[in-house]
């Protein structure tokens, strides 16, 4: 069996939380760095935890070769004064009090580590990712959070290692003459072990340096591979705006007088948050005009800024156990999506944001992973990072600043920290702190924390023309979820505006109630069904639902298409009126896919058109706007609207959509991308990136419809090369086609990128998502590309994981082949990344949704991973709990 694999993997159980027995205060780590056997010696130096229980001391290890052990000078033997299994060693009879100091030697394989979890090697360099149990790979420690240590790191290495570094202050340095040299690391803040990090190698930084507030200066390092040093201007920009972001919105500072960023092109995930030491996905540091798309350029800002957002809401004040991940995460992700908001247009990014959420979460909440935003129980705490406990985790954070404004949440913010700084806590320690900083009753809001499952609120009006007055029914439920079968109310803020016909914003006013100003009113559902009576209207007024997507549910509304149609011309708040767009051709395009299903001809409903045509030449509304507008509702989030997902239905009825937009809209079309052309300079400013989006969203319904000009100005597009984004689009264009320019567009781009491992990215992910039939026998034939590697986590997302999880249409093949061919990929990678591969296994969770054939297909891959042998428990969690 391989040796990852487990016999029954335990559930760790969040009631079964016991404070730790032994905390430590001081680590002193020395390495002695080679590829094939680096050696760790730890010296720890702990106390008894007076709020512990006792009992033996427990050290986590995995995969250590242990070479000696002491405590308090005195070596310990195997079987006697210890035990030691594949997961930890335990110390039978510590001293009861007093000091302890245990001292070990262990060595490790960085070179063999393919896991890229504790200490590896990445383009030759060695580096750490220890969130969130990897510290264990790299020596014998509590491993958990809630013990918090002051560390020293002395890494020694070949000369040929030339960068040393470490969390903290570099306080020494110095050649030790025998070809190795050495630099000594301090942080003086105690943190938990999975914010250790290490990186040694051959690294360019890339420096600048920014004054606190307060009149401190900050060293800032971008370390990267020599030749990608032209590519760290943006990542260096973004992240002193985020600086003084913090400062200005949070009054946090920073507190090192140093912070680095590390890309390493080798990475599980987006990035890592340790302490002063940042370790980076190069895809979330690198960008150049020529290389980088807008999205890419939005997604470094956001990732930079979360990553620095850390220091405070994850590093500073920490979680207790794993099960308060969202503690720090969903926090995090708030405070990098308002930042994002402030920098570039607020309305874009709530809409982008909620497009996601849509796409991820929900159907994540529906499915057989759905769990709450704080988990009760896991099998491998990986499996946890989650778009639940990121992106709902915001939405939760969200809700507070909905409920108490935003003077409220900072008040309850700066009680947060005022409480807890260098502290391990938990949610309710911050739903106590928004709750006592505003004398606000927040009991009901834990809900959020421990149910799973997108509620429903459904909305229906009675109009009363005598009285003039407007009657709101809300509605709450949510359905069972695996465990979970009784879900009790949420406490819902509710955002509502109510329209006058001249499309201006009423005042909301309630029955009983003085005057109040127009505009925008959060009521506070708490009920499984409550009544609103709002008053003074002479003609009936059209409610805007759900405002700024105030809280993350499914909102269902008795508001007709005609209603929509007003919203989505008139409505003030630009999300509800985007949404109203979306709901409009939602609802067409499942009707569409009904059509399609009963052999009906399918026709466009005018009305889709018509809103489209008016958003698309409305002068008054943001490029980026209209680009957003432009785009039909996601397959998976059509998918998501019905019990039974009829896959192909909905792939054609959205086809047939975008043929036919593009055919009906093709002289405002060809317009929008006649005056989206420019010779301005490339710059990333959402000003330019809105133009971008606009003409090239123009262009793809064009090129959809089959347009020769537009599909020539594609090719033509693509020979300009004037910037990464355009680039792109034009490629996209034509790689659906059959046309000579795909295959010489696709060749060209292949010739001028092959040594760049992250652009390629780009050209697997393209051909990945292709309409057309022949996609997976390509994307077979790129898994022996040269540049592909099967190892490397981007690539294998780029083109494997952009398939199965981004082509529903091919995925999804009747014939099974898709499935059969994510098996195969998930069986490969386990053995490598075991990480990896329990993402990869997703797609195939929601199995029950489907038709008989695909869900018996499904079945089948997920039955023939589960009887692999040597599976790893991480892979194992996932599949077994989607065959349920
Ligand atoms: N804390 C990191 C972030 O969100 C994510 C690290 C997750 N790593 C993992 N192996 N689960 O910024
Ligand atoms: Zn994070």
Request: aromatic share 8%; charged share 25%; glycine share 6%.
């Amino acid at each position: 069996m391989a040796d990852n694999s487990v016999a029954t993997p335990s559930l760790i159980e969040l009631k079964n939380y016991a404070p730790p027995p032994y905390l430590v205060d001081l680590v002193d780590l020395t390495f002695k760095l080679d590829p094939a056997t680096t050696e760790v010696k730890a010296r720890l130096s702990m106390q008894r935890n007076p709020a512990g229980q006792g009992g033996p001391l427990r050290l986590e290890g995995r995969k250590l070769d242990l070479k000696s052990i002491n405590l308090n000078g005195k070596d310990l033997a195997e079987g006697v004064d210890y035990t030691r299994d594949a997961e930890a060693l335990t110390i039978l009879n510590p001293p009861a009090d007093g000091r302890i100091v245990i001292n070990s030697v262990v060595e490790i394989h960085p070179d063999k580590n393919s896991e890229l979890e504790g200490l590896y090697v990445s383009s030759n360099n060695f580096c750490t990712q220890c969130e969130a149990q990897g510290f264990r790979k790299i020596t014998y420690f509590p491993d958990r959070p809630d013990v918090m240590a002051r560390y020293t790191v002395t890494l020694i290495a070949p000369t040929d290692y030339p960068v040393l570094l470490s969390n903290g202050n570099k306080i020494g340095e110095g050649d030790l003459g025998d070809g190795t040299h050495f630099a000594r690391w301090e942080d003086p803040f105690p943190k938990p072990s999975y914010l250790f990090a290490l990186v040694a190698g051959t690294l360019t930084a890339t420096r600048d340096s920014f004054t606190t507030r307060s009149g401190r200066k900050v060293a800032l390092e971008i370390w990267t591979v020599a030749v990608d040093a032209d590519k760290t201007d943006y990542a260096m920009d973004s992240l002193k705006r985020s600086m003084t972001w913090d400062e200005e919105v949070y009054g946090l500072e920073y507190d090192l007088d140093t912070f680095m960023i590390v890309a390493v092109s080798d990475f599980n995930m987006g990035a890592m948050e340790n302490k002063g030491l940042n370790v980076f996905n190069t895809k979330y540091v690198l960008a150049r005009p020529d290389t980088a798309t807008d999205g890419d350029y939005q997604g470094i800002e956001a990732v930079i800024a979360h990553e620095y957002f850390h220091n405070w809401t994850g590093n500073r004040v920490t979680c207790r156990d794993w099960f308060q991940l969202s503690l720090k995460e969903g926090l995090t992700v708030f405070r990098d999506q308002e930042f994002s908001s402030d920098m570039n247009s607020a309305a874009v990014k709530r809409i982008s944001d909620v497009r996601g959420l849509r796409a991820v979460q929900f159907p994540e909440d529906a499915g057989p992973m759905a769990h709450p935003v704080r988990p009760a129980s896991y099998i491998e705490i990986n499996n946890f990072y989650t778009p639940t406990v990121y992106n709902k985790g915001a939405e939760v954070v969200r809700m507070y600043q909905t409920l108490l404004g935003k003077d409220g949440f900072r008040k309850g913010m700066d009680l947060y920290f005022q409480r807890h700084d260098g502290q391990a806590v938990t949610c309710d320690d911050f739903r106590a702190a928004m709750a006592d900083a505003n004398g606000a009753d927040l009991s009901q809001f834990e809900r959020w924390y421990d149910q799973a499952g997108t509620p429903t609120v459904e909305v229906s009006q009675e109009w009363d023309a005598g009285a003039g007055v407007l009657s709101l029914t809300f509605k709450q439920s949510c359905a069972a979820s695996p465990g979970q079968s009784e879900k009790r109310p949420y406490h819902i803020p509710f955002a509502l505006g109510l329209i006058g016909t001249d499309g201006a914003d009423l005042p909301v006013r309630l029955e009983n109630e003085g005057p109040v100003d127009a505009g925008t009113r959060v009521l506070d559902l708490r009920e499984a069904s409550q009544t609103f009576r709002f008053t003074g209207f002479k003609d009936r007024p059209t409610p805007s639902l759900l405002r700024g997507f105030s809280a993350p549910v499914k909102l269902v509304s008795d508001l007709k298409a005609d209603d929509l149609a007003f919203l989505a011309a008139h409505d003030s708040d630009s999300f509800a009126r985007w949404e109203a767009g979306q709901t409009l051709a939602a609802q067409h395009l499942l009707q569409l896919a009904a059509d399609w299903r009963a052999g009906r001809v399918l026709t466009l409903s005018p009305a889709v058109v018509e809103a489209m045509r008016l958003t698309l030449v409305d002068k008054s509304l943001d490029q980026a706007f209209i680009a957003l507008s432009l785009a039909l509702p996601a397959e998976s989030y059509l998918a998501e609207l019905v019990s039974e997902i009829d896959i192909e239905a909905i792939v054609e009825a959205r086809n047939f959509a975008r043929r036919t937009l593009g055919a009906e809209l093709q002289k405002e079309l060809r317009a929008a991308y006649q005056a989206g052309k420019s010779d301005e300079a490339f710059a990333p400013t959402a000003d330019q990136a809105g133009k971008r989006a606009l003409k090239n969203a123009a262009l793809d319904l064009l090129c959809a419809a089959g347009d020769a000009q537009a599909l020539d100005e594609a090719a033509a597009q693509y020979r300009a090369q004037a910037n990464m984004t355009d680039v792109l689009a034009a490629l996209g264009c034509l790689v659906d086609t059959d046309r000579r320019d795909r295959v010489e567009a696709l060749a060209d781009f292949e010739k001028r990128w092959k040594h760049d491992t992250l652009v390629m990215d780009k050209w697997f992910t393209l051909q990945a998502l292709s309409r057309r039939s022949d996609t997976l026998a390509e994307v077979r034939k790129l898994l022996s590309h040269p540049s592909f590697d099967a190892k490397n986590p981007n690539k294998l997302r780029s083109l494997v994981g952009a398939f199965t999880s981004g082509n529903r249409q091919y995925f999804h093949a009747g014939d099974g082949s898709g499935y059969r061919f994510l098996a195969e990929q998930v069986v490969a990678t386990d053995k490598v990344n075991k990480q990896l591969a329990a993402r990869l296994v997703l797609p195939l969770g929601p199995w029950r949704r489907f038709d008989k054939q695909r869900q018996d297909l499904m079945r089948a891959a997920l039955e023939q991973i589960k009887g692999t042998e040597g599976l790893s428990k991480d892979v194992y969690e996932i599949v077994s709990k989607s065959l349920g």
